[in-house]
């Protein structure tokens, strides 16, 4: 089981970025899979994460308005279209995956996700 993510780097602020997580094949009947972030000196926080069979995803209220999340089965491929980008959105990104269903309340807590990519670190700067 594999997730990896990609996509991260250098923007000025308000600029946009596209995330992008390649998920393996038996990841795909996971409840949820979404995006986390953690800044320097910060604990690990959910950003957003979308859900099988439902259609709508979950957003942290600092990114409503701004972020997107879909999800192509087809390619395997979770993105984050992240816009408005802001000083405080910088941070590593990991994407990450649920196999058991979550109830709502819980669907942005980092503790209740099993697998784990590799981090993409996303710098909003001038």
């Known amino acids: 089981l594999q997730l990896q993510a990609s996509g991260g780097g250098l923007v000025q602020p308000g600029g946009s970025l596209r995330l992008s997580c390649a998920f393996s094949?038996?990841?795909?009947?996971?409840?949820?899979i979404g995006w986390f972030r953690q800044a320097p000196g910060k604990e690990r926080e959910g950003v957003s994460v979308?859900?099988?069979?439902?259609?709508?995803?979950r957003y942290a209220d600092s990114v409503k308005g701004r972020f997107i999340i879909s999800k192509d089965n087809a390619k395997n491929t979770v993105y984050l279209q992240m816009n408005d980008l802001k000083p405080e959105d910088t941070a590593v990104y990991f994407c990450a995956s649920r196999k058991n269903r979550l109830v709502l309340s819980a669907l942005l807590s980092p503790e209740q996700y099993d697998y784990w990519g590799q981090g993409t670190l996303v710098t909003v700067s001038s």
């Open positions: 094949s038996d990841t795909a009947d996971h409840w949820h």
């Open positions: 979308i859900s099988r069979r439902s259609s709508s995803p």
